[in-house]
Structure formats: structure tokens, C-alpha cells
């Protein structure tokens, strides 16, 4: 479910005081959910793929638009639509997104049993590389 910052700050708080993290092989099988949505996204650039010991971020993937003439905007729903195909399995989950200079950041949230699993999904405009001389 796609809330405001906000509703989803207090959704998180909620889930980190009556759940635990994910173990480290669920946090594994989490991620290669990601991975494998991201290599649907062709028009995207992956730059990083990690896991993280923050509670509030366990996941962390960076990545930027391949090409200067894509609006992030549009990038947005197809973030969602991947989201809720990798949440499908969970008892529940969130996501929420944050407007930045460069980009945006999704942060999401999904609980499955008694663990729960986090992340932060930032994605950046073009960033044209510098001109080799």
C-alpha cells in the first residue's frame, strides 16, 4: 500500500517495535526479488545493490535513468507495480516515496510471519559522464 511519508514513518515504527528484522537469508531472498525486477527495468542503471545492518533500510539499491529525456514521474508507477509483485507473499507491506534535487527515493516495508524486511530504493535522473580528453 502506497502511503505518505508520514503514515509510513508511523507504520514503521509500529512493525520495528512488534517484529524482528528479517534473518540474513530471508534479507537475501529479498533482495534477489529486487534484482530480478530490476532487469525488467532496461531503461535504468543499477549502480548499487547491498544489504545494510540499518533497520530502517536492510536493503539498499541505487540506481539512475540511462537516458536524459526519461521523467522520473513516470518511473514511479512501474517502482510500485514491481513492489507489490515482489510483497505479493507478505502478510504486509508498505511503500512511500520522497522527492529529492536529483531523484526520488522509495522506501519500502513488507512483514511476513513475525520478521519484517525494509529498504530504500533511490533512483536518479541522467547523469551524463564526463567527456574523456
Known amino acids: 500500500m ?3 511519508p508520514a503514515q509510513f514513518s508511523q ?7 512488534s517484529c524482528m528484522p528479517v534473518d540474513f537469508h530471508h534479507q537475501q531472498t529479498w533482495m534477489d526479488g529486487w534484482k530480478s525486477a530490476t532487469d525488467r527495468m532496461h531503461y ?3 549502480s548499487h545493490f547491498g544489504l545494510s545492518d540499518s ?9 539512475n535513468l540511462k537516458k536524459p529525456n526519461l521523467h522520473l514521474d513516470l518511473i514511479k508507477p512501474d517502482v510500485e507495480t514491481l ?4 510483497a505479493a507473499r507478505a502478510d504486509e507491506s508498505a511503500h512511500a516515496y520522497y522527492n529529492g534535487e536529483n ?14 524486511i525494509t529498504g530504500s530504493f ?9 567527456a574523456r580528453g
Open 103 to 116: 531523484g526520488f527515493e522509495c522506501c519500502f516495508l513488507a512483514v511476513t510471519g513475525d520478521s519484517y
Open 2 to 4: 502506497r502511503l505518505e
Open 122 to 130: 533511490v533512483i536518479s535522473r541522467f547523469m551524463p559522464h564526463p
Open 83 to 86: 513492489w507489490n509483485e515482489i
Open 11 to 17: 507504520v514503521c515504527d509500529r512493525v520495528m517495535r
Open 44 to 46: 535504468l542503471h543499477v
Open 55 to 63: 533497520l530502517r533500510a536492510l536493503i539498499r539499491i541505487r540506481a
